[in-house]
């Protein structure tokens, strides 16, 4: 079966605009999870949706929102883009989530440059 | 304070040696998850192993295993005669259900030299 697909893979843009993020889920999982990885900060946590309702979120200013669709499909909105957002934001796709006890499988990401 | 901490950046081993890769959390929630994950040089994060904070049986896949203990709060991977396909960056990470959160370690950089 398909994968987990993330689009657009790259993007670059400028301070000040907003940007939005696709991940498609493996077909039949209803938990998506985003996450943004940096040089400097690391791996961190954006958040979770489960069947269009957010579960988890991380620690990250307002201008960070997602939501979830239908077809679980999910979206990642940042506005007012910084300098400090570029950054590979990677989503996971599983059946039952992060407590769950299924496994999660990721896309191949979306590397944001922001100039 | 809740964290985790996988002390060792960077280790280089010879292929078929084992390695373990160290992971030291901190929570004083009683309900959490232990995470590993795989991020080999093509970039793409790959799911290893879950473990709630009520199991602390170890567990072992193929050459893999996981050593869990409360007692010191670490959640330590072993991977035994390894193989230079295993070089990669290792990340542990703590999620707090309580607190709806996840927290990940800085990661350890394995290099698998043949």
């Known amino acids: 079966k398909a994968g987990v697909t993330q689009t657009p893979r790259y993007l670059i843009k400028t301070r000040g605009q907003q940007v939005t993020l696709s991940c498609s889920p493996i077909s039949g999982h209803r938990s998506v999870s985003w996450y943004q990885q940096t040089p400097g900060q690391g791996l961190q946590f954006l958040f979770e949706?489960?069947?269009?309702?957010?579960?988890n979120k991380g620690n990250f200013p307002g201008r960070f929102s997602g939501r979830q669709f239908s077809n679980s499909r999910s979206e990642m909105n940042v506005s007012t883009l910084e300098l400090g957002d570029s950054a590979l934001y990677l989503c996971?796709?599983?059946?039952?989530?992060?407590?769950?006890?299924?496994?999660?499988?990721f896309g191949p990401g979306t590397r944001l440059t922001v100039l | 304070a809740q964290k985790v901490t996988q002390a060792q950046t960077e280790i280089s081993v010879v292929e078929k040696e084992d390695v373990t890769l160290d992971c030291v959390y901190e929570?004083?929630?009683?309900?959490?998850?232990l995470f590993w994950y795989k991020q080999p040089p093509s970039g793409e994060l790959v799911f290893l192993i879950r473990?709630?904070?009520?199991?602390?049986q170890n567990e072992i896949s193929g050459r893999y295993s996981w050593n869990f203990q409360k007692s010191t709060s670490s959640f330590n991977f072993t991977i035994t005669a390894s193989q230079v396909v295993d070089s990669a960056v290792y990340f542990c990470?703590?999620?707090?259900?309580?607190?709806?959160?996840?927290?990940f370690g800085k990661g350890t950089r394995l290099h698998i030299l043949p």
């Open positions: 990470a703590l999620y707090l259900v309580g607190d709806d959160k996840i927290i």
């Open positions: 473990r709630n904070s009520f199991d602390e």
């Open positions: 929570t004083r929630d009683t309900t959490y998850y």
């Open positions: 996971a796709s599983s059946l039952q989530g992060l407590a769950g006890t299924d496994t999660q499988y």
């Open positions: 949706y489960f069947s269009e309702t957010q579960r």
